[in-house]
């Protein structure tokens, strides 16, 4: 079973709107992790955004931020204001604790194009 | 400070042949971990080391292994290589602690294409 899932494989918007992309995940743990990556053209996994499963509140990094609902087990990020260059791969992860370390599950990724 | 870095960015091998790829993680990183990243794939955990220790390890077959130096640098081989084995293979590193998220570090990862 997917323990992440994204369902939208490509979406569009257009430049100065903003943006949701979805993740949902499966964890039994109550400590974990999620994180937003981003995956430009050049093929680097760039950090974006950070939430733990005990943050009360929403995290927010700049133009991003994180809709965090446990009950739900969502975990969607929220891009204001595209701009071209966010155009790009977005992968949403998840660690959780594995015989006392740490494993990171990948989702499959959201093509996101911003229209001018 | 330096970032992950990744070595070769690229090749091209054949099928039988086997490949080495290489990972300098960043420093005062000291757990090194792979993914191999195909098309509509995603992230597929490949494995993780710990202080030249492999700690996890993900499902792939014995053909792909890999090890850390005391140095924390790491090696990932792959040998007998087969078509379906083209892909990125993306290290990264990590410094987890009580104080700090956890991120992955990523590198900008090893292109492979066999032929």
């Known amino acids: 079973a997917q323990k992440i899932t994204q369902t939208q494989p490509g979406m569009f918007v257009q430049e100065k709107e903003a943006v949701t992309l979805d993740c949902t995940y499966d964890?039994?743990?109550?400590?974990?992790?999620l994180f937003w990556y981003k995956q430009p053209s050049s093929g680097e996994m760039i950090f974006l955004i950070y939430q733990g499963s005990y943050d009360e509140q929403n995290a927010t990094e700049g133009r991003y931020s994180l809709n965090f609902q446990k009950a739900r087990k969502s975990a969607n990020l929220v891009i204001s204001a595209s701009q071209l260059g966010d155009s790009a791969m977005y992968f949403c992860?998840?660690?959780?604790?594995?015989?006392?370390?740490?494993?990171?599950?990948f989702g499959t990724g959201t093509r996101l194009k911003v229209l001018a | 400070k330096a970032g992950v870095t990744q070595t070769p960015r690229y090749l091209i091998k054949t099928r039988g042949q086997q490949v080495t790829l290489s990972c300098s993680p960043i420093s005062g990183h000291r757990s090194v971990s792979w993914y191999q990243q195909t098309p509509g794939q995603g992230l597929q955990f490949l494995f993780e080391y710990f202080s030249e220790t492999q700690r996890n390890k993900g499902n792939f077959p014995g053909r792909f292994s890999g090890r850390q130096f005391s140095n924390s640098r790491s090696e990932m081989n792959v040998s007998t290589l087969e078509l379906g084995d083209s892909a990125l293979y993306l290290c990264?590193?990590?410094?987890?602690?009580?104080?700090?998220?956890?991120?992955?570090?990523f590198g900008e990862g090893s292109r492979l294409t066999v032929l």
């Open positions: 964890t039994s743990d109550q400590s974990y992790g």
């Open positions: 990264a590193s990590t410094r987890l602690q009580a104080s700090n998220t956890g991120e992955l570090f």
């Open positions: 992860a998840m660690r959780e604790r594995l015989s006392g370390t740490y494993k990171y599950i």
